[in-house]
């Protein structure tokens, strides 16, 4: 059973990076399809990024060009470069699979961007 734990998440001024980290518990070699998810409030969790156990990644529109997805199959860890940070970028960030499965749903990490 694979466990997923995000952290990297803060507080952070527009224009601003944040690195965000989700390491698993176990082997993500076998999961062909890695995402990173943001749910902000009163709205429904979205797909942001998502990676390929070959590095095919795609973004959603809306943090194309800013944001980065990657992941270390060695070190079982998935991470998220965010630059360019704006206010609606503000949620908790989740990582999943990428369709996500109801159990690795982790706790999540808070990024908050201030104007």
């Known amino acids: 059973q694979v466990q997923l734990v995000e952290s990297g998440g803060g507080l952070v001024q527009t224009g601003g990076s944040l690195r965000l980290s989700c390491v698993a518990s176990?082997?993500?070699?076998?999961?062909?399809?890695l995402g990173w998810y943001r749910q902000a409030p009163g709205k429904q969790r979205e797909l942001v990024a998502s990676?390929?156990?070959?590095?095919?990644?795609k973004y959603a529109d809306s943090v194309k060009g800013r944001f980065t997805i990657s992941r270390d199959n060695v070190k079982n860890t998935v991470y998220l470069q965010m630059n360019s940070l704006k206010p609606e970028d503000t949620a908790v960030y989740y990582c999943?699979?990428?369709?996500?499965?109801?159990?690795?749903w982790g706790q999540g990490t808070q990024v908050t961007v201030s104007s």
């Open positions: 999943n699979s990428a369709p996500g499965r109801q159990d690795y």
């Open positions: 176990g082997s993500i070699f076998s999961i062909n399809a």
């Open positions: 990676i390929t156990n070959i590095g095919y990644t």
